[in-house]
């Protein structure tokens, strides 16, 4: 156990130089994780015979990676960063990939709840843009989602450890990580397992009984929620935040409003979804 808790000691977070550009693991497992995505997304909708082209399909990939991107870094900046204000005045700067020195250190800062709002808005974009159908292609692709993202999820989690972020409260289990001196969880590693394996199989298995378009990603937000809210008791605050309210992070409080909203619009669905489809025909 001595060499897992000392991981960090033998572990660099850079993968390799390109001209002089360090390619940190972090934005491989990113990149993976949003491949890996299209390539579930493929797999669903050919084995449960859903009728979105491939041609579609990848025009769609590209519009939600988008939003996911620009939500996420938007996310970030607007709920955790502690320089909003600079950002909003110096909008070119969100994207920098540069320091003050000039050295390349890529893009850091991403709000998985951020994510969330900008693919909802590219995918609602989307089928405006592309389809008649509205309201019911919208629930289509976002049921998709719901289906490809979690297993995925789990690179992006796995990312964060391997960048040496996002760290864990201070411990004494023995599979604890040292960082700085002081023996953490490994909370990046729950999240990974529950926010996305664990949500992968019950999206998974559900996707067979499924009562009515748009329960899939509705019950993926619910579940991410619940396990977000959960793993948050073993990850460190935010250190410029710190607890917000009842020593509850920001996370959490996010996450309990993300459960709420959710579990109202799938009671909603769940029982007046004829008369609530028609009304968008």
Known sequence: ??????????????????????????SLCYIFALLFALVLAKHYVKK??????????????????????????LGYILIYDDYTLFYLTHPWQIFNPFDQNGEF?????????????GAFIATLLFCRRFKKAYFS????YLDLVALSVPLAYTFGRIGNFLNQELFGRATDVPW??????????????????LEGFVIFLLIHFLRTKQKFQGELILVYAMSYSFMRFVCEFFREPDSNLGFIVFDLSMGQLLSLVMFGVTFLIYI???FNKNYFLSSFK
């Open 1 to 26: 156990m001595q060499f897992w808790q000392d991981i960090y000691s033998h572990f660099d977070v850079i993968a390799f130089e390109f001209f002089g550009f360090k390619v940190y693991w972090y």
């Open 105 to 117: 250190v890529g893009i850091r800062g991403m709000s998985f709840h951020g994510a969330v709002l």
């Open 176 to 193: 604890g990580i040292y960082v700085n001196g002081v023996l953490r969880h490994p909370s990046q590693l729950y999240e990974a397992f």
């Open 137 to 140: 292609n919208l629930l289509q």
């Open 268 to 270: 909603y669905l769940r």
């Open 48 to 73: 449960d015979k859903i009728p979105i082209s491939d041609k579609f399909l990848d025009s769609y990939f590209v519009w939600v990676e988008l939003g996911v991107i620009l939500g996420a870094r």
